[in-house]
């Protein structure tokens, strides 16, 4: 049973196709003042990604009408965590790191990349070690200073990726062998960002997996998949345990964490309720943008340009935007959830 299941992920998940590489921006030697707002610096998927994976359904309608109200780069209707948590520390999105020049780099950089994990997975973008060695080179080239560095934030969101990427080559058969490696390797990424400068590090802890929509379609998407969340749980679990050390280690809290799974799974639990008493409410575990085969991604047309998904009536009421993404709505209950860990922040 548990094979079964997970070996459904490897075809559900994640089904990025194409892939070519991205183009590098001008070199720009500008340093910005010490004395302006805070930045933020972002690294990780695609739950966090606003605009890198340009050969992807993020660029493709409908992906971006609720916000910016064409498709811009984020798989979702609207905004994400990333831009919620921008507005939190009161500054704009930073830009996404393909779309940087010498004049929108000052409040900070996403380095992010969907589809991507700590370790290689199967899109070929930058795994996480490769978007800090980018955030590197760019303080070698002095766009940014010591002072900039130590009022700035990391937020690091990684994890999904790699779990289908190794379920798919079966690596999961050793699942808590995997799950040390990886939060291994996290904890390696995380001080790597510390010790370039950076102070305050947010970091996501796994979604509960087993309520993507992708994977509740085997119980009609009427509930989550316990013994998938399971997985979530157990890397949550040793993830905090490396993060604890890793504070035990520097003088202040450096590192704080964000925990999607517990605030993903009260939101769809509140939603599931208000659906119980109202059954014209929509369905918290049904994506808004739904396709007809797995193999398909929110954004996929025909040879004829016919759309091979769906659209709910009203994305402002849905949790999922797609199969593996939150839409707005859910993004900002999330962030909503997620204030009094925000609040380290500041
Ligand atoms: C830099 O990018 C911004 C958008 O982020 C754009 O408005 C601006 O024209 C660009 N500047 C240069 C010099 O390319
Ligand atoms: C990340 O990618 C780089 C370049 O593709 C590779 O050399 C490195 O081994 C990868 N790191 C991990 C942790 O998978
Ligand atoms: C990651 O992929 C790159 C090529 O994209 C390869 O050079 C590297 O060896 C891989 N690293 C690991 C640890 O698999
Ligand atoms: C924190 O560090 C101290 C010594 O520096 C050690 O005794 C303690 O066990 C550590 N706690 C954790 C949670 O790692
Ligand atoms: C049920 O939800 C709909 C919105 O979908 C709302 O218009 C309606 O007033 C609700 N009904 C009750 C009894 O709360």
């Known amino acids: 049973m548990a094979n ?8 559900l998940l994640f089904p990025f196709i194409i892939f070519t590489e991205v183009e590098g921006a001008k070199k720009s030697n ?15 998927d695609s739950y966090v990604d606003t605009g890198n994976f340009v050969h992807s359904e993020s660029y493709k309608i409908p992906n971006g009408i609720t916000f910016p109200g064409s498709p811009a780069g984020r798989f979702c209707d609207g905004r994400i965590i990333t831009d919620y948590i921008a507005s939190f520390l009161k500054i704009e999105s930073p830009t ?83 799950t040390e490696s990886l939060v291994e390797q996290i904890s390696v990424n995380l001080n790597r960002i510390h010790s370039l400068g950076i102070n305050k590090v947010a970091v996501g802890l796994l979604q509960p997996i087993g309520c993507l929509p992708a994977l509740t379609l085997i119980s009609f998407r009427t509930d989550c ?15 905090l345990e490396a993060i604890q050390k890793l504070n035990n280690q520097t003088d202040n809290s450096v590192f704080i964490t964000l925990d999607l799974y517990n605030s993903f799974l009260s939101t769809i639990e509140t939603m599931q309720k208000k659906r ?55 993004w900002s ?14």
């Open 4 to 11: 079964q299941i997970l070996s459904i992920i490897s075809v």
């Open 30 to 44: 500008r340093v910005y003042d010490s004395n302006t707002a805070t930045k933020l610096f972002v690294f990780g």
């Open 333 to 346: 209950a999330v962030y909503r959830m997620l204030q009094p860990s925000l609040a380290q922040l500041t």
């Open 225 to 239: 998949i316990g013994l998938l969340n399971s997985i979530s749980k157990d890397h949550n679990k040793k993830l």
């Open 96 to 178: 996404p790191y393909r779309l940087r020049n010498s004049t929108n780099m000052q409040h900070g950089i996403n380095f992010a990349y969907g589809g991507t994990g700590i370790f290689n997975t199967s899109i070929d973008g930058p795994n996480m070690t490769v978007q800090i060695d980018s955030f590197e080179k760019l303080i070698q080239q002095n766009i940014y200073t010591k002072m900039d560095l130590h009022s700035s934030i990391a937020l690091v969101n990684a994890g999904g990726n790699d779990y289908t990427n190794a379920l798919k080559t079966g690596r999961f058969f050793d699942l808590p062998a995997f």
């Open 276 to 330: 119980a008493e109202n059954s014209t409410l929509m369905n918290p575990l049904q994506p808004c943008c739904d396709v007809k085969n797995l193999g398909d991604s929110c954004g996929s047309v025909d040879d004829k340009g016919e759309k091979k998904y769906s659209l709910c009536e009203n994305p402002k009421v849905s949790f999922f935007w797609d199969n593996v993404h939150p839409s707005q709505n859910g």
